[in-house]
């Protein structure tokens, strides 16, 4: 939608003190809430697989009649995942007067294993020879450490477990994920994050680098200074801007939310003059799980070649998704922005029920500029919601090559919702918009595709796509 403000593709996995946290009555709720709310529900449950649903919701709804509450989150998740959508989720809050006390106690009752940094140093010194390549140390903050080892009940499962964490969320010798090799690829049976929820999730390993899809990456060695990749990706979100040589310049965007816009639209006027006389611009968006669409918005008359057209879309206008969406405090936004939410909000309440459509728009420039001549976009499997939108636009453009990998297919179904759940422990996130452009390239799961594929070899992205033009 053209107001459309995407909220990435976060999780948000925090903890909140509770008081209506029977699981049953809450997965109860959850079923109507999306069914009711859920924009692509429609799409999803159809006749040919409504008894199919109907059994996978009753057997779960029976798990959740027994189930406590640190068991109820995981029900959920397993319920969600029937809709195979990205931006369905369940979040959950930081408690304001939990102690850290009330906190181990809840998330004292999960998986762990026997092993301690002791034990796991002598298995390590004398299995040298016949270690996989996974196991070891692991961190991914300072002060944030896990070991990889083989199951000993599974001849090729693997358990990463906590060695040294915040001792509050996470204890020493707790589960944190577990890992399965089939045909020597590694597969991610579950992943926890903060709340202790099991999800789903994809693994690449490549050389010391350990990257979840959604959940971040781990470097091999007991800490960062052991690894000095892990140094020097330092967790930095913010944009930057490089010259890479006298035609050559790099712009990097980490992520799209809407406190880096400014830093975007900064770059963009501090190096106009610079962009304006190179023939190559290198866009690199990878891992970039989206944000606000407005974050992109400056980068367009760069790319722009001709007419730039973006299909029309839906809003599911129910009154849960108009609270919990649209009528909400818009500080931090622009000005014209809270003006234009304000008009929609109106538009939405009169049509409540409805699905409130928007039409097809085509966006033309004055002029194109000469330069950049060739725009290069990296793009890879984290590259999700609002960051796909923008390659919709950019790959219409002459100017532009996408490199790297699919992206993550995270965009039939956008502008998400994040609606209370009678447990204060939990809220639900869904999305409310869906886009016309489902009716004849549905990208959800499957991503948009680049012209050039960058072959699993390849480390150096920039480097290749700096070579591209030298060797086609």
Known sequence: MKLSIIIALILLP?????????????????????????VGYKDKIKPSNQER????????????DSSNINECKDVYLKWLSFFNDRHL???SFKAVNASNDYIRTYFSKGEVVSWNAHSFDNYLQNNKEKLDKIEGYWSNFPSYQIGIVKDSTSNNEFVGFILKADSIYWMPKQVKFRIKKVNGNYQVIYYKPLDHSKNSSSVRVKDSILDFDGFGKYYKGKGFKDNPEATAENQDLSPSFKVLD?????????????????SVDSILESNKKLLEKSEHLIIDLRNNSGGQNGTF????????????????????????????GYDV???????????????????????????????????????????????????????????????????????????GENSAGA????????GKMPCEHYSVRYPAVRSNRVNTRPLDNVGISP??????????WIKFVRNYKKNH
């Open 329 to 403: 405090d818009m500080t931090g936004f622009p000005e014209k922005t809270k003006k234009m939410m304000t008009e929609e909000v109106k538009k939405f309440k009169a049509h409540v029920g409805e699905l409130y459509s928007y039409p097809a728009d085509t966006l033309k420039f004055d002029h194109i500029l000469k330069n950049p001549q060739r725009i290069s976009i990296l793009i890879d499997k984290g590259s999700a919601s609002a960051t796909e939108i923008f390659l919709l636009k950019a790959e219409q453009s002459k100017k532009v090559i996408l490199f």
């Open 246 to 262: 006298k035609e050559t310049n790099l712009l990097v965007i980490p992520y799209g939310i809407i406190k880096y816009k400014k």
């Open 297 to 324: 918005e400056n980068i367009l008359p760069y790319l722009y070649t001709n007419p730039i057209y973006t299909e029309g879309d839906a809003v599911l206008a129910t009154a849960d998704n108009i609270r919990d």
């Open 411 to 418: 965009i039939d179904y956008l502008d998400v919702i994040i």
């Open 451 to 460: 012209n050039v594929f960058i072959p699993d070899g390849v480390t150096d």
């Open 89 to 91: 989720g369940i979040s």
């Open 53 to 64: 649903f109907n059994v996978f919701t009753d057997s779960l709804q029976k798990v959740a």
């Open 14 to 38: 925090f903890f909140s003190d509770a008081q209506s946290c029977n699981c049953s009555e809450n997965f109860k709720f959850l079923v109507g809430k999306i069914k009711n709310n859920y």
